[in-house]
């Protein structure tokens, strides 16, 4: 799968109602959506999302975060997808996100960060089967 990556617009984006916007701006980067739901997590499955992080100050935090409102889930297609999507969200604290990236454009801080991105190939794959079936990967 080095060719796609899973993406999350996350709670603070959705109520800001920036959805729209990273969506196009994802496009235009010459991303192709290959699968894509909208979806409230429970606090359970934000914490099995999370599950890496589980031992992390923040964890409890990133759990009610991603549980708040209605996330967007996306498999994207690119040439090197993984690498050039990170580019493109930019560093994790926005603060530190270069301009033009959708961090630095849409992002609060880097608790409410508006997207994720996997970073790795092997990850990517995880997550994307964590949303989608094969059945919804187009
Ligand atoms: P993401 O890239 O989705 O993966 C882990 C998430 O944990 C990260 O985005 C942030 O939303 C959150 N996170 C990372 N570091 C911190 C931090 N120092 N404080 C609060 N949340 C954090």
Known sequence: ??????TMIKPDATEKGFTGAILAKIN???FRIV?????????????QFYEVHKERPFYGELV??????????AILEKD????????????TNPANA??????KLYA??????????????ENA??????????LEQF
């Open 125 to 134: 794959k995880i997550e994307a089967d964590f949303f989608f079936s094969k």
């Open 35 to 47: 699968a894509m739901k909208m979806i409230q997590l429970s606090k359970e499955k934000a914490g």
């Open 28 to 30: 235009a980067a010459g």
């Open 98 to 103: 270069e301009e033009g990236t959708i961090r």
């Open 64 to 73: 009610d975060f991603m549980s708040r409102s209605p996330i967007t889930a």
């Open 108 to 121: 609060a801080n880097v608790g409410e960060n508006a997207v994720h991105g996997s970073d790795s190939d």
């Open 80 to 91: 090197n997808a993984v690498e050039d999507f990170r580019k493109l969200i930019g560093a």
């Open 1 to 6: 799968m080095s060719n796609r990556t899973f």
